[in-house]
Nanobody, 116 residues
Framework: QVQLVESGGGLVQPGGSLRLSCAAS????????MGWYRQAPGNQRELVAR???????NYADSVKGRFTISRDNAKNTVYLQMNSLKPEDTAVYYC??????????WGQGTQVTVSS
């Protein structure tokens, strides 16, 4: 069974940076999109950033200019570089892969806390 394994979360001060990684434990064919979502306490899960198979990206307005999504197709890995972090970025971050053949996969989530 394929699993998505996330890493890179933690505690950082406002203005700091973190890099999240998400790798598939096995092979996933026909991936059409990779993305990062987040969920803060009391809030719904929201899209942070997504990259589709052709390379196009889209971002939530709240993170544009601060976060960058990238991928390594050979490694079935997606990254999220987060700069200029703010307390309102505090949430559990989840990665998501969408496969044309097998549907959607979710990671277990990694906590990001931005606090002084």
């Amino acid at each position: 069974q394929v699993q998505l394994v996330e890493s890179g979360g933690g505690l950082v001060q406002p203005g700091g940076s973190l890099r999240l990684s998400c790798a598939a434990s096995g092979s996933i064919s026909s991936i059409v999109a990779m993305g990062w979502y987040r969920q803060a306490p009391g809030n719904q899960r929201e899209l942070v950033a997504r990259i589709i198979s052709g390379g196009a990206t889209n971002y939530a307005d709240s993170v544009k200019g601060r976060f960058t999504i990238s991928r390594d197709n050979a490694k079935n890995t997606v990254y999220l570089q987060m700069n200029s972090l703010k307390p309102e970025d505090t949430a559990v971050y989840y990665c998501n892969f969408v496969s044309l053949m097998a549907g959607g996969y979710w990671g277990q989530g990694t906590q990001v806390t931005v606090s002084s």
